[in-house]
């Protein structure tokens, strides 16, 4: 059940994700800035990295980090399946994962559109990792508590 729900999320990650990111390429010029409210704007740049740009221009070290940390996430799932709400930061960081993943078979690049001050752009994928990652902490966090007060 909890490799289901996770594959959900994932899933729905990957194609709100992807018609987002079709819809700022066929609509946003590359490098043109629209102002949504201030401290808000969609951008529409090309990451060739990881993360903030990290690994910039790599593309086999890019790959393989991504393969192993999806990997180990999975497996982190499918071994301890009943755990407390693991399927969700699972299905969050897999769908994004593989979201710009795809971006980055098809395009050669992955497109980021959001664009806080002081910033760097990021996109629906990278929103995911993110708060994927912090719920993951809590929820192992959460767990360890929990297994001592027993």
Same mark, same amino acid.
């Given at each position: ?62 790959? $393989? ?20 709400? #693991? ?28 664009? #806080? ?16 990652? $912090?719920?993951?902490?809590?929820? $192992? ?10």
């Amino acid at each position: 059940m909890a490799i289901a729900r996770a594959g959900a999320v994932g899933s729905t990650v990957v194609a709100v994700d992807q018609v987002v990111k079709h819809t700022v390429a066929t609509s946003i010029n590359p490098g043109q800035v629209i102002h949504i409210v201030p401290g808000l704007q969609f951008v529409h740049v090309r990451n060739t990295g990881v993360a903030f740009g990290f690994l910039s221009g790599s593309g086999a070290p890019v790959y $393989i980090v991504t393969a192993v940390a999806l990997i180990a996430l999975i497996g982190f799932l499918v071994a301890r399946p009943d755990k407390w709400l #693991l399927w969700l930061p699972t299905g969050m960081l897999v769908g994004g994962a593989i979201s710009n993943l795809i971006d980055r078979i098809t395009r050669g690049s992955v497109i980021d559109f959001i664009k #806080l001050p002081h910033w760097p752009a990021f996109n629906i994928a990278d929103m995911n990792i993110t708060f994927g990652v $912090i719920i993951l902490v809590v929820v $192992i966090e959460l767990g360890a508590r929990r297994a001592s007060r027993s």
